[in-house]
């Protein structure tokens, strides 16, 4: 048990490490470095020498990255390029904190919801409730976020106009003043999410209902009401925190489309303009920070499986050889 | 389980007929794209500006005067073909590295899994901005930075799906005849992978026609005046309520396409025997 956690915190540096290089590679050695982005292409070469010295450009990549990557550790997470004398941490932060509520928002509503709806499809299978499910969560997982974001926007926001279509308020105002524009884009983010969740739900309970120990209950006279909550409900539930664990993950990069949509001021929203004004220090530090989310959600979704699975707390269980 | 053995005996639900149909009215339209439409999709019309839809202008047009029609169709063109070639190459490189992977093992699986989990661990779009960032928008960098993303997915599947078939005795037969790891990777493992590998192709083609509307919608997609479905959604929106015509067609037709996949891949997937319910 011990060398697993060790093995595990071990994999997860590496990870980081290897997400690291990815971005920082991705960003920075291939053509149009930071000094163009800064100057256009038609910048005069001595500007453009200047400003890479000044921005230490003229070294090597590979000692960039350490000190990059070694000032992030640190907390140093850079200045912003488009926005003059901005740190990025503050900025990244206060952002991070509005798309930190939209989903906790989101996921509040979306997994519950998924959890019953999956529920109610399994037991019902191929009955009008099931197929009324199958057909909603097609729809879901079929049209593109800024659609059903567009679409919701123009019933809410405009036609019936009950809710703010667009966010006016700044960044930094306090939650309460943001609440009311962050309804549409939680109700967006929850069609998506709740499609994906019910669809592995459902699939999970009908397996386990086709199980003998389910067929057995039903055979001594168990009621129904007990093999649905004791027998079924929570063996079903077990496969799908990992599958939670990724739409919550797929949340981070879904908020940068429904955040530009409703244009909410969080984390996507200022990828989007980071990457429209080329500003390459902000968009390698918010791929980072997301990668870093990403990573601790699943792992938070492997310790809760293997804490609520006896059965695969041996020495035979491999985290990630499964998916 | 092949695909042949079960053509004969299957009964199609009417979903299944519905998404069928949808998909092949989308591929038709894109192949014969400069038959069945009756403008240029690039266009101007400087006097039949925003014009709701008509006889001569099914869909209306645009604030350039723009079929919007023609635009709607070549977009498909530009989509469809932009997700399939991103998701055979996706699917053909996933799955040489993960039967290779599979198979060989050792060091060689370590680093190449390592690189596959840091690739994952960067959420979808991120991934894809971070690589528009350094690439420039175009058509080529969006095939690219599909296959990037959407590669590593197919790896662990098919490395997953291999790692069964490396115990089995035909494959200690093969190499206790001596053949050549070539010969063991592509003739005795590649072919029992092809259906999982088929699977993958239909799923994720339907998940980058998503992904590459998501990114035009950006603004980071194929650069205009080329026609394209998430571009002229957000070109269009502002004006969603004066004039709906503008973003809802190209709306209408990517939801189709993208449902359409979706029913046909989980058909194919439910006609191979491959689970595809328990994946994102």
């Given at each position: 048990m011990m060398w697993d956690i060790v093995r595990r915190v071990l994999t997860i540096c590496v990870t980081l490490f290897v997400v690291a290089?990815?971005?920082?590679?991705?960003?920075?050695?291939?053509?149009?470095?930071?000094?163009?982005?800064?100057?256009?292409?038609?910048?005069?070469?001595?500007?453009l020498a200047a400003i890479r010295q000044q921005l230490q450009l003229d070294r090597p990549a590979s000692e960039r990255y350490w000190q990059w990557l070694g000032g992030f550790v640190q907390g140093d997470w850079g200045q912003s390029l488009a926005r003059p004398d901005q740190a990025i941490r503050p900025l990244v932060l206060e952002r991070l904190r509005n798309t930190f509520w939209l989903s906790l928002l989101a996921t509040c509503i979306g997994v519950p919801l998924a959890i019953?709806?999956?529920?109610?499809?399994?037991?019902?299978?191929?009955?009008?409730?099931?197929?009324?499910?199958s057909v909603i969560s097609l729809i879901g997982m079929s049209l593109p976020e800024f659609v059903i974001g567009s679409l919701l926007m123009l019933?809410?926001?405009?036609?019936?106009?009950?809710?703010?279509a667009v966010t006016i308020v700044q960044a930094d105002a306090p939650l309460t003043k943001l609440l009311p524009s962050m309804i549409l884009p939680t109700l967006t983010l929850v069609i998506v999410m709740v499609a994906y969740i019910l669809r592995m739900i459902r699939s999970s309970v009908i397996d386990i209902m086709q199980?003998?120990?389910?067929?057995?209950?039903?055979?001594?006279?168990?009621?129904?009401?007990?093999?649905?909550?004791r027998y079924i409900v929570p063996t079903a539930l077990l496969p799908t925190i990992n599958a939670v664990g990724?739409?919550?993950?797929?949340?981070?990069?879904?908020?940068?489309?429904?955040?530009?949509?409703?244009?909410?001021?969080?984390?996507?929203?200022?990828?989007?303009?980071?990457?429209?004004?080329?500003?390459?220090?902000?968009?390698?530090?918010?791929?980072?920070?997301?990668?870093?989310?990403?990573?601790?959600?699943?792992?938070v979704a492997d310790v809760a499986t293997l804490w609520l699975t006896p059965r695969l707390r041996t020495q035979f269980w491999r985290p990630n050889e499964e998916t | 389980m092949s695909l042949r053995t079960h053509i004969g005996n299957i009964r199609l639900p009417w979903a299944v007929w519905l998404g069928g149909g949808l998909l092949i009215v989308h591929l038709i339209m894109a192949l014969f794209a400069a038959y069945v439409a009756p403008y240029s999709p690039t266009a101007i019309d400087t006097a039949h500006i925003m014009e709701p839809p008509s006889p001569s202008h099914w869909f209306g047009t645009d604030r350039y005067g723009r079929d919007i029609f023609s635009r709607v169709v070549y977009g498909g063109q530009v989509a469809l073909l932009i997700s399939l070639v991103s998701a055979a190459i996706s699917v053909l490189v996933g799955?040489?590295?993960?039967?290779?992977?599979?198979?060989?093992?050792?060091v060689f699986d370590d680093t190449v899994m390592r690189i596959i989990d840091a690739m994952?661990?960067?959420?979808?779009?991120?991934?894809?901005?971070?690589?528009?960032?350094?690439?420039?928008?175009?058509?080529?960098?969006?095939?690219?930075?599909?296959?990037?993303?959407?590669?590593?997915?197919?790896?662990?599947?098919?490395?997953?799906?291999?790692?069964?078939y490396v115990p089995r005795e035909f494959m200690l037969a093969a190499r206790v005849r001596g053949e050549h790891v070539w010969h063991i990777v592509w003739v005795e493992l590649w072919p029992n992978v092809l259906d999982v590998l088929f699977?993958?192709?239909?799923?994720?083609?339907?998940?980058?026609?998503?992904?590459?509307?998501?990114?035009?919608?950006?603004?980071?997609?194929?650069?205009?005046?080329?026609?394209?479905w998430g571009l002229m959604v957000s070109e269009n929106r502002a004006m969603l309520v004066t004039a709906p015509w503008g973003a809802l067609f190209p709306m209408l037709a990517v939801s189709t396409l993208v449902v359409a996949l979706n029913v046909v891949s989980d058909e194919i997937a439910k006609l191979l025997g491959v689970d595809r319910g328990a994946r994102i």
């Open positions: 290089a990815i971005i920082f590679a991705a960003t920075e050695v291939l053509p149009g470095d930071v000094a163009t982005a800064i100057l256009g292409r038609e910048a005069a070469p001595k500007r019953i709806l999956g529920v109610l499809a399994g037991l019902r299978r191929n009955q009008w409730l099931d197929s009324l499910v019933v809410f926001g405009v036609m019936l106009a009950i809710l703010p199980s003998e120990y389910v067929q057995m209950a039903y055979l001594k006279g168990v009621p129904q009401r007990l093999i649905i909550w990724l739409t919550v993950a797929w949340l981070i990069g879904g908020v940068v489309v429904v955040e530009t949509v409703f244009n909410f001021p969080g984390i996507g929203r200022l990828m989007t303009s980071a990457v429209s004004d080329r500003d390459l220090p902000l968009v390698q530090a918010l791929g980072l920070i997301g990668a870093f989310i990403y990573i601790m959600i699943n792992v | 799955g040489f590295l993960g039967v290779t992977t599979a198979y060989i093992g050792g994952i661990a960067i959420p979808g779009v991120l991934l894809l901005l971070v690589i528009v960032t350094g690439l420039g928008s175009g058509t080529a960098v969006i095939v690219l930075a599909m296959v990037l993303s959407y590669l590593p997915g197919v790896v662990r599947v098919i490395r997953a799906t291999a790692l069964e699977v993958e192709f239909a799923m994720r083609a339907s998940w980058i026609v998503l992904s590459v509307s998501g990114l035009s919608f950006l603004g980071f997609g194929v650069n205009p005046p080329i026609p394209d």
